[in-house]
């Protein structure tokens, strides 16, 4: 292996999730893939982001403020190209070693990818899969949700993203623009696109 190179945790697909192959945002009935999310290792990141044979796990968290959502635009000088110019309501990323739990590495992921005075309360959601597209393929999303109730938040790394709360009708409104993921959610969520695109502060 490299020097530097990233150790990413994933599980094999047919230990975590047999033949199941279901699209979008499995809220019920996530507990017997949620107990075997302990069978997986580390795997250097560029030969699991082609093997179709495991499964990434990454902790996906919505974070909403009321009414309101977290919307971010993935810029060009983020690492994964397939996701360039695309929005997305989802704040996360690949357990490392050192990562005790899907939570643990979501608060790492809270404090390296977003300035706040706090830590909220995640609540799981639930699981989200989607075979039909290339990233989608190497990936199995834990999904959480939590309210930042009228604190501020804002993003860090702001060469990669920029992001801010935004209505519902602004997060329908670029839901084409969206990274299959979000869009996912946010069906699930009940908030899917219709009408012209309002103005945006993204």
Known sequence: MAAGTELVYAVPRELLMGDAAWRGVRTVDAEPILARLDLGEFYPRPAAETDT???QIIPYLILRDADRIFLMKRTRAGGDARLHDHYTIGVGGHMN??????LACLAR???EELVASFVPEFEFLGLLNDDEVEVGRHHLGVVYVADAAGRPVSVRETDKLVGAFESIDTVRGVYGQMETWS??????LGDRTS???PESHL
């Open 97 to 102: 070693p050192g990562d005790e739990s899907v």
């Open 195 to 197: 009408g012209p695109r």
């Open 183 to 188: 869009q996912l959610v946010i069906d699930v």
């Open 109 to 111: 992921e809270w404090a």
């Open 53 to 55: 044979t495991i499964k």
